[in-house]
Every structure is written in structure tokens, then in C-alpha cells.
């Protein structure tokens, strides 16, 4: 459909340079459940670009992407830096707002990430971020 084709077109313009807190995020997770296991970039049945996917079983242990079909619940991380959010708010604008609202819709739970908190003081050690993970992806 129309729709699908420009959220791919839109999904293709989101391919920036991996960032900071991309490689940060993504090595933070990859110390939590291992190698072959997160999908950096994954883009879902409707053209949305996910930052990185994980793919739980349903005792919520990771799940490979090879083996997904045995995937219950789908884990979208969604990184964000100072421009994703309204000026005066720290809300999300809108189109990062219908983005998550759809991927929730499709099934995935999104867990958003901003830039100024993971790069904040408390989030220094490399504990406190894999802590702060693990709370966010497994608390139900």
C-alpha cells in the first residue's frame, strides 16, 4: 500500500550513521543477552525502522532471530536525541508519538530511549545501564 511505501521511504531516510548512543545502547544490550540475539535497524511488516529489536519466549528468555517464530513478545528500542522532543515539553512530536503508537499496535512493546538520560550522571557506571535495561525490558 501507499501508506507502507512512504513509512519504507521515510524507514530508508532513517539509516544515519550509527551514533554514540546507538553503539552504547547496543553494547550495553549485547552484554545483557549475548551475541545473535538483538536486530540492529530491523524494519517491521509496515515499513517502521526500529532501532534495535529483541525478541522475548514466553518465559521471557531471548529468543535468536533465526529461531523468531518461537518469539512471544517483541521488544522495540527506540533511541532518541534532543530534536524527537517538543521545545518547551519533554514530550515526543508527533510523528515519534505515531510511530510508537503503531508499533504497539503491531504487537511490539517500545521501550524509548533520550540521549540526555542515558548520558546522565546516575547512568555513568556501566551497571547502572545494564540495571536500567533490564528493569525497563523485563518489568511487566
Known amino acids: 500500500s501507499k501508506f507502507c511505501e512512504q513509512q519504507h521511504a521515510l524507514g530508508q531516510s532513517e539509516r544515519k550513521p550509527k551514533s554514540l548512543l546507538f553503539t552504547d545502547v547496543y553494547s550495553t544490550l549485547t552484554s545483557l543477552v549475548g551475541n545473535n540475539i538483538l536486530q540492529p535497524r530491523a524494519i517491521t ?6 532501532d534495535i529489536q529483541l525478541n522475548l519466549d514466553a518465559a521471557l528468555n531471548p ?11 517483541k521488544i522495540a528500542i527506540m533511541l532518541y536525541n534532543a530534536d524527537s ?15 510508537q503508537r503503531h508499533l504497539e499496535i503491531l504487537g511490539y512493546k517500545v521501550i524509548g530511549l533520550s540521549d540526555s ?14 540495571e536500567y535495561l533490564r528493569k525497563l525490558i523485563w518489568s511487566s
Open 45 to 50: 511488516p509496515y515499513g517502521y525502522t526500529v
Open 85 to 99: 522532543y517538543t521545545n518547551c515539553e519533554h514530550r515526543l512530536k508527533g510523528y515519534h508519538q505515531m510511530k
Open 117 to 130: 538520560l542515558w548520558n546522565a550522571m546516575f547512568m555513568t557506571e556501566p551497571k547502572a545501564k545494564q
Open 63 to 73: 529468543v535468536s532471530f533465526k529461531d523468531s517464530e518461537n518469539a512471544v513478545y
